[in-house]
């Protein structure tokens, strides 16, 4: 039986993702949650209880690896990769391995959208067309996040052109080489992704995205991984995934037409 709808395979390929809502359970988010504060102050003295020692933003970059993290990998969740990537066709790495927590970022400005930060993630590796290291962005919702909650923003469409920047580039692009090719027109159709704790978001790995400014409420706890291929994309041939769909498609069609653009940075 599957865990995506129609509609969701098709947003995925047209705005370049989807959402599972409750992939975990509310109550795993929040058991993750307090190791993730039990962290920060391990790493940083910042309290759960004591807001004084609250930065505007903290990231953890490493994957926790205990049992009411790993809890909230579900095999839901696993279900609905395997449904845009193929079954078998992951490196089956279960677990959240990055973790930007928003307490306040963009709090004293207007509420816009940033005109800076934007990017997809993978810099660890040379980006080209068929590249497997990241396979799917994921991004987990391990707080609800309102609107204008610090939520993360993302460019619906985006996925195209970047699909588009790369094919023009067979040899590959390092990460900002990327982004300065993506970024040197403006992008738009921005999208917050707000939602309840427990919701993944299934994103294209050439999405581009950035940190939303927090207007308001407790602070938004998420964490990103991706999902890696055992093998490069295929671009031809029968049995192509849903993500391989999607590229081809990119590199076929013609280019996204943005709402509402502006120019960006990373």
Known sequence: MSVLRKADLDAF?????????????????SAARARVWRRMEEKAGIREDDPATWPEVYDIEERLAVPEVLDCFTDRLVAAVEELIGEGRWRGIRGWGFWPVNFSYGARLPYAVPPSGWH?????FRHTIDAQHQ?????????????????????EGSHRRTAQVLGEHPGGLTHL????????EPIGNFHELTGEAGDVVLA?????????????GPPRFISNTEAGLVAPLR???PDLSVLERSVRS????????FDAPQRCSF
């Open 120 to 124: 997809i993630d993978g810099n660890w």
């Open 204 to 216: 294209h790995p050439f999405l581009f995205h950035s940190r939303g400014y927090k207007h308001g």
């Open 235 to 237: 671009l031809r041939g």
């Open 135 to 155: 396979g799917l962005l994921l991004i987990g919702l391990f707080s609800d996040v309102a609107p204008r909650g610090g939520g993360t923003l993302v460019s």
């Open 13 to 29: 390929v047209e705005r370049g993702f989807c959402v599972l809502p409750g992939a975990f359970d509310a109550w795993r988010a």
């Open 250 to 257: 990119a590199l076929t069609g013609p280019p996204p037409h």
């Open 177 to 184: 080489e990327l982004f300065e090719e993506v970024l040197a």
